[in-house]
Each structure stands twice: as C-alpha cells, then as structure tokens.
C-alpha cells in the first residue's frame, strides 16, 4: 500500500512542477534571458572560448566579476594580514601571515615572547 500512495504523491508532485514550468515559459523576462544565453553560447561558440575564458575577459573589464572563484578551494577564508618584525639588536625584519616563523621563534626562545610582539611594525 506504501508503493501505491508514493506513486500517487510523486504524480500529484509531477503536476504540479508541469504547471509551473508551463508558467515560467510564458514569462517574458524568462525568454529575455534565455535568448541572451543561447546568444552568448552562440558567440563562445563562434569564436571557440569557454565559459572560464569569458570570465577571465569579463573580470578583466570590470574587476568586480570573479566568477566565483571557481580555481580557489571552497569555502576557503580571507588571507591573514601580513605582519611585520623588526629586531632592534640585529636590524633584521622578518614579514609573515602567520605565527609560527622559524625565525620569530627563535627570537622569542631568545628574547622573549613579550619583547619580540613589541617589535611588531605598523
């Protein structure tokens, strides 16, 4: 009996989908917008690009289109800020993202914690 009342809700389901697609196909801006797709699948067609390459053209007009970042790893977050060192005993400077800097490390077995976060630039 199971079997019998899924079929009949999944049909009640098709229905329902069939009407809105019927709606949708009678939306003007609907059919704005697909004809402007199958134009510039026309155009990257005729001129042999790719939707990356496009993209990359697109970004390069106006730098606020990235496309995504779709090379990036998802979900990935904002970089650290870089951080700049100055030791006052040597004049060496070390720039860094993170914390664990081989030479930072040394410079707080040696000098301290405290001392070598003072040392931080602006």
Known sequence: M??????????????????????????QALKGELEFENKVRALMKE????PKDVLQILSA???SVSGGKADSTAGSRPKRPMKTY??????????????????????RQK???EAVQSWQQD
């Open 2 to 27: 199971a079997k019998i009342n899924d079929y009949y809700q999944k049909k009640q389901l098709m229905e329902k989908l069939a009407a809105e697609l019927e709606q949708l196909e009678t939306d």
């Open 47 to 50: 001129y042999d690009k790719s």
């Open 61 to 63: 007009i106006d730098p």
């Open 86 to 107: 100055k030791n006052p005993h040597t004049g060496e400077v070390v720039k860094t993202r993170g914390g664990n800097h081989k030479t930072l490390n040394e410079w």
């Open 111 to 113: 000098h301290g914690k």
